[in-house]
């Protein structure tokens, strides 16, 4: 713990919390409108973590997912400002909001939040003169989203009581999925169910445990299922309270979750290197490594979707960095082998094509051929060739109709071949994964044990590709936000027995707890090996119910010696 309050002097104070002030209330256990809520697990899952963590640790874990971390951790972009200058700014947009009972700490005191918890609060509902309460039930996702302090919009509204009208106070309740006689996980109900607010209401113990704060309709029920936008009920009292940072200081902070920013540390990236960030969506830690260079060298950011690429490129600009580069590339196809180039998009010249015959009729009466005169220079030629007449009139509708649903977002995309091997100083791989460390969350049971070990396997292919761009005496930094062994320590133990030229690396900061050693035998035989004992402290493992109070999460850092291969 020390540690981590050295670490967070020596970077001059660039990242702190905030907390709600406000005690945590004690809850009625006999009050039916309590939130109190059961995590569901796969059996086979639930057997497996069991045996990973123990009955009791697990346990302890499954009820902190369901709750949210009771501090927001901020990033500040030091190439723009400072932390002293950022809580300066935002206490006083606070003041000005009335949230006068939210703290600013500095990171190197908060390590520790004893008593500045945001709730769970008890919350005053009202009697409605001895009649059920007006509720709306909600989405899963949508209450996961409220916890963390948004506002209920009209597409996460499920049901609703009858005749509740613009203005009305609600009970607000989630909807989680139950088991079904299919076998499968699910909602029993329709969207605009009508609630009756009696034991009679088949929805009513469903719901119990399950009451996430009380709200004011901001439209009448037939609104609410009518519309397809806009806020369905405006949050008064949450269960939950946390500050909302929605479009805040652009550009000078980030919402970013602790175990996010050490990673970026961990990696150590240095002014001047070339760095690759191999799934880099949203780009939180893309933006973080560009900060920690000093805005000096190139990082590499690339994602498999346009406009998650158009978010990183958005949000760097907003942050005003310019040593980011972004691809659209799938992370398992980042090797490019033989004369291909690394720097360059998919893209050929196709200045000296000719004008094919079919333009000059022009297509269903539009005027094709000016048309193509005017971006002749983007058509795409393919080994030489001259384009088909099915690829130029697919152009050529693209050019009248649009960019199209995949490029909304407006901007250029550059495509990528791959990277050439031995081509990074340093990558980053925060793969994706079952996200089980993720909080608040108020259901676990789609996942399988089938599930997790596919997971395994993708990023297993992904840090095959991360061990083939790295350079000789480069880094490699595995990250995830799951809590399960598989993907996390069970990668450690495949990249060490196969790379021989691997090892793990002592990691600065170290904040996070140890790994597990040992290994797990699955009830159908299956062995999976985790880390080895002396290895247990080079990994950063975040407990979700450890004092630190984050989500649960994981860092590997290997030193990479001559290859062999």
């Not at 029993?188 to 609630?195: E, I, K, P, S």
């Not at 009696?198 to 609104?223: K, L, N, V």
Request: proline residues 5%; charged residues 25%.
């Amino acid at each position: 713990m020390q540690k981590g309050r050295d670490f967070i002097k020596a970077i001059r104070r660039s990242f702190f919390t905030f907390h709600s002030n406000t005690s945590i209330s004690q809850m009625d256990q006999s009050t039916r409108y309590r939130y109190s809520p059961t995590l569901k697990w796969n059996p086979m899952v639930e057997e497996y973590f069991i045996k990973a963590y123990g009955a009791d640790h697990f346990s302890r874990i499954s009820t902190a997912l369901t709750r949210p971390s009771c501090y927001s951790c901020i990033r500040v972009n030091t190439l723009k400002s400072t932390s002293d200058a950022i809580i300066e700014k935002l206490l006083e947009i606070f003041k000005e909001r009335g949230m006068h009972d939210v703290a600013v700490q500095e990171s190197s005191t908060t390590w520790e939040p004893d008593n500045c918890c945001s709730g769970p609060h008890a919350i005053h509902y009202g009697d409605n003169e001895g009649k059920p309460l007006k509720e709306v039930i909600v989405s899963r996702k949508c209450a996961e989203a409220v916890l963390r302090g948004a506002q209920v919009y009209v597409p996460g509204v499920l049901a609703c009581s009858a005749h509740v009208e613009r203005g009305d106070a609600v009970a607000v309740s989630v909807a989680v999925e139950q088991y079904g006689l299919d076998g499968g996980w699910g909602v029993a109900m329709t969207r605009g169910t009508v609630l009756q607010g009696s034991e009679e209401d088949p929805y009513y113990f469903e719901r119990d445990g399950f009451y996430i704060g009380q709200a004011t309709a901001m439209m009448s029920r037939a609104g609410m299922f009518r519309v397809t936008e806009g806020v369905a009920v405006d949050m008064k009292e949450r269960v939950y309270r946390l500050p909302s940072f929605y479009d805040l200081l652009e550009g000078e902070i980030f919402l970013q979750n602790l175990p996010s920013i050490i990673t970026a540390h961990a990696l150590d990236p240095q002014p001047g290197e070339r760095i690759l960030d191999m799934c880099a969506a949203p780009g939180g830690k893309t933006t973080a490594i560009a900060s920690l260079m000093k805005d000096k060298g190139e990082v590499v950011a690339v994602d498999r979707s346009h406009n998650k690429v158009l978010g990183i490129q958005k949000l760097a600009a907003e942050m005003g960095l310019s040593c980011i580069t972004t691809y659209k590339l799938d992370a398992l196809k980042s090797v490019c082998h033989g004369a291909e180039s690394d720097s360059l998009p998919n893209t050929c010249s196709a200045e000296d094509a000719r004008t094919p015959d079919l333009l000059s009729t022009g297509i269903d009466g539009f005027d094709a051929k000016l048309l193509f005169e005017k971006n002749f220079n983007d058509l795409q030629l393919k080994d030489g060739q001259y384009p088909s007449k099915a690829e130029l009139r697919k152009r050529i509708r693209q050019l009248k109709n649009g960019p199209g649903r995949n490029h909304t977002a407006g901007g250029r995309v550059e495509k990528s071949k791959g990277f050439s091997p031995n081509s990074f100083d340093r990558v980053l791989l925060d793969a994706p994964c079952s996200a089980l460390g993720l909080r608040p969350r108020l259901f676990a049971g789609e996942d399988t044990i089938d599930s997790l070990r596919s997971n395994a396997k993708y990023q297993r292919r992904m840090f095959d590709q991360a061990v083939q761009l790295v350079r000789p005496g480069g880094v490699i930094v595995y990250s995830t936000c799951t809590i399960n062994p598989g993907e996390n320590e069970a990668l450690v133990r495949y990249a060490l027995d196969k790379y021989e030229f691997l090892s793990l690396a002592s990691q600065h900061p170290k904040i996070g707890g140890p790994g597990l050693t040992g290994s797990c035998q699955l009830s159908d035989g299956f062995v999976e090996e985790w880390l080895k004992p002396g290895e247990e402290n080079l990994v950063q493992r975040f407990d979700p119910s450890s004092d630190l109070d984050t989500i649960g999460f994981f860092i590997a850092k290997f030193s990479v010696g001559p290859k062999n291969i």
